[in-house]
């Protein structure tokens, strides 16, 4: 798999998952975003990512809906479903141009990469103004070729969603990204629903996106906790998103499953333990299991007191913890063999005791 630069950091086999907090959907204002954007910055994560839209040009139906699932309460569990106009929910998620130029200066001071979904080339031109190192193109755009191409020539890492899309589907958009000259692309497997069902998450579908392509696989969760973004790392995935909020009991989509700031940063710890016990497809120990394991197998020992000249025999033979002397494996090399000198019962005995 070749690795895709994101900033000044990889993303790809071989190099440290690469931990991205979502917070286009959860933000509530220009400075809800700077919040989120500490968070992530604090917790260890190594970009945020917002949605720059225009949703009133987006949606050419006004009257489309969804409907999504909300905390009650933040005390018990208990949910509510809500019914809204998806034009209403998208302006939340607005901010003006000079606003995201603020963020993304804050996020360069802070030190945490910053990227965003974006949807007509006039947002697409503004992430490349600001510097961005990535762009996002929407579950919904996976179809729309001529946008993928229009990203594409821009040169800078691509991420492709892919919720919902048939493999046929993503192949094709990834031969247009291709075929538009760039090569620095991000297969995201997201699954729908806010939050998911468990019968949609689908996790094995990294495997396969990993065998099909060279490029790196990425899972976008829409789940709380983070029990699939540990066993989405598992499976290969190099590439980490998870949505934040500053409050799950805010009443608009994605809240319910996002992390608040006090998980933030227990999310990352979780992920980084992941990538070191996973460890290598090599058989490999430390010192310290070596140690631990030669302490826990066996040697000769003498069963009984031992004479010089004597020949070693099965019932003068004993097995006996640690492993440091002559093992089970070379015993028909040592019985039968003439001592060298006496050895007393309950004694290691090693080569130099065999004539």
């Not at 006996?320 to 090399?333: D, F, K, M």
Request: include cysteine; aromatic fraction near 6%; charged fraction near 25%.
């Amino acid at each position: 798999m070749r690795s895709v630069m994101i900033g000044d950091k990889h993303c790809g086999d071989g190099h440290p998952v690469f931990i991205v907090f979502e917070a286009g959907p959860t933000l509530t204002g220009l400075d809800s975003a700077r919040q989120l954007i500490e968070v992530a910055a604090e917790a260890g994560a190594d970009a945020i990512k917002f949605q720059i839209l225009d949703a009133d040009r987006l949606m050419g139906q006004k009257d489309v809906s969804i409907t999504y699932k909300v905390l009650a309460a933040r005390n018990g569990g208990a949910t509510e479903d809500v019914t809204e106009p998806l034009a209403v929910i998208l302006r939340r998620r607005q901010l003006a141009r000079t606003e995201w130029a603020e963020l993304k200066r804050y996020a360069d001071k802070v030190g945490i990469t910053f990227f965003a979904t974006v949807d007509y080339p006039e947002t697409l031109d503004l992430v490349v103004e600001l510097g961005c190192h990535a762009v996002k193109i929407a579950s919904g755009d996976v179809n729309h070729y001529p946008w993928l191409a229009t990203a594409a020539r821009t040169g800078i890492p691509i991420m492709v969603d892919t919720g919902s899309s048939t493999i046929g589907e993503i192949e094709r958009a990834v031969e247009i990204v291709t075929a538009a000259g760039n090569d620095k692309i991000i297969i995201h497997h997201c699954p729908s629903g806010y939050p998911a069902r468990l019968e949609s998450i689908n996790l094995r579908i990294i495997s396969t996106l990993r065998q099909m392509f060279e490029f790196p696989i990425a899972f976008s969760d829409h789940t709380p906790g983070w029990d699939m973004d540990v066993a989405a790392v598992a499976l290969g995935a190099t590439m980490i998103e998870k949505t934040i909020t500053l409050d799950r009991t805010t009443r608009s989509p994605e809240h319910i499953m996002s992390l608040e700031p006090p998980e933030a940063a227990a999310f990352v710890r979780a992920l980084r333990d992941v990538e070191v016990a996973l460890g290598s497809s090599r058989r490999r120990m430390t010192a310290q299991e070596a140690r631990g394991k030669l302490a826990a197998r066996r040697s000769l020992f003498a069963a009984r007191d031992l004479r010089r000249g004597e020949r070693l025999g099965e019932d003068a033979v004993d097995w006996r913890r640690p492993g440091t002397g002559i093992v089970p494996a070379e015993a028909s090399y040592a019985v039968g063999r003439v001592l060298a000198r006496d050895i007393k019962a309950g004694s290691m005995v090693s080569w130099d005791d065999l004539a």
